[in-house]
C-alpha cells in the first residue's frame, strides 16, 4: 500500500473537497481517501498494483483542481 498526501491548489468549497473525496474513494485500488479541507490536502492510501498517482491526478482534474505537491505519507 502507498500513502500519500497531495496538496490541492484551488480547494475553495468544502462541498467541492467532499466529491472529490467520494470520487477518489470509488477508484478500484483506493482503500482511503479523506480531504482535510483546512490544509487544502488529499490524504490517500491506495494499491500500487490497482491504481497509479497519474489516475488519481486525472480525477483530482475532472473535478477542477490543481495539484501543487505530493508528498509522502505517513
Same mark, same amino acid.
Given at each position: 500500500m502507498k500513502r500519500q498526501m497531495i496538496m490541492l491548489a484551488n480547494l475553495t468549497c468544502p462541498s467541492c473537497g467532499g466529491k472529490l !473525496? /467520494? *470520487?477518489t474513494a470509488k477508484l478500484p485500488g483506493m482503500k482511503s481517501a479523506r480531504v482535510a479541507f483546512g490544509t487544502g *490536502? +488529499?490524504? =490517500? !492510501?491506495?494499491?500500487?498494483?490497482? +491504481? #497509479?498517482e497519474a489516475q488519481i491526478r486525472t480525477v483530482i482534474k /475532472?473535478?477542477? +483542481?490543481? =495539484? #501543487?505537491?505530493t508528498m509522502a505519507g505517513k
Open positions: !473525496e /467520494q *470520487a *490536502a +488529499l490524504h =490517500v !492510501e491506495y494499491d500500487e498494483a490497482q +491504481l #497509479t /475532472q473535478h477542477g +483542481l490543481d =495539484v #501543487t505537491m
